[in-house]
Each structure stands twice: as structure tokens, then as C-alpha cells.
Nanobody
Framework: VQLVESGGGLVQPGGSLRLSCEAS????????MRWSRQAPGKERELVAT????????NYADSVKGRFTISRNNAKNTVYLQMNSLKPEDSAVYYC?????????WGQGTQVTVSS
């Protein structure tokens, strides 16, 4: 099982990034997918969730209206489009695959928002 995130980097405040998480080794279309983040010295925060079919999404209040989660089950990939980025969005972003009782985490990708 692998979840490989990509797309992180350094961006100025107000900018955009698109994260990708490519899955392998399990039936991706059966799993709910989530993006979480963790900043230094802070607890991990759930950012966005998408159902296995992609027909329902949910967001943390801190990112609502700025971030969009989506998925392509044919490509075994989940995305996080991040717009209007703020310095407080800086963190390591992780994707998570869940289908109770199984859960798989990616290794994370760093996002830094700074001028």
C-alpha cells in the first residue's frame, strides 16, 4: 500500500497550490479520502474529506471557501486545490485513506506560505 503526495512548495500569501495524492496497493474507489495537516508545535488538523464516490465533501471552517478536495477514481488520485493561501496554512499536508477498520497515511508534503 502506498499513498504518495506531491505538489507542495513555497508560495506567497494569496497564491495557489494543487496537491495530489496517488494511491496504489488497495481498491482506491472503496475508500473515503481525507487531507490533514500539521504545523510545527500544533496538533494534526483535518482539512477536507471526500466520500468514496466523490459525491460529498466536507471542510474545516479554517479552509472553507478557499480549498477544494476532489478525486479521480480512474487515476487512483485525490487532489486538494488550495487558493488564497495564508501564512497560517503552512504545514505538512498528509492524505489519508479510510475504509473501516483500515486506514492508510501518506508521507506528507510541505506547504510553506511566506513572502
Amino acid at each position: 500500500v502506498q499513498l504518495v503526495e506531491s505538489g507542495g512548495g513555497l508560495v506567497q500569501p494569496g497564491g495557489s497550490l494543487r496537491l495530489s495524492c496517488e494511491a496504489s496497493g488497495f481498491t482506491f474507489s472503496n475508500y473515503r479520502m481525507r487531507w490533514s495537516r500539521q504545523a510545527p508545535g500544533k496538533e494534526r488538523e483535518l482539512v477536507a474529506t471526500i466520500t468514496s464516490a466523490g459525491d460529498n465533501t466536507n471542510y474545516a471552517d479554517s479552509v472553507k471557501g478557499r480549498f477544494t478536495i476532489s478525486r479521480n477514481n480512474a487515476k487512483n488520485t485525490v487532489y486538494l486545490q488550495m487558493n488564497s493561501l495564508k501564512p497560517e496554512d503552512s504545514a505538512v499536508y498528509y492524505c489519508l485513506a479510510q475504509s473501516w477498520p483500515k486506514a492508510y497515511w501518506g508521507q506528507g508534503t510541505q506547504v510553506t506560505v511566506s513572502s
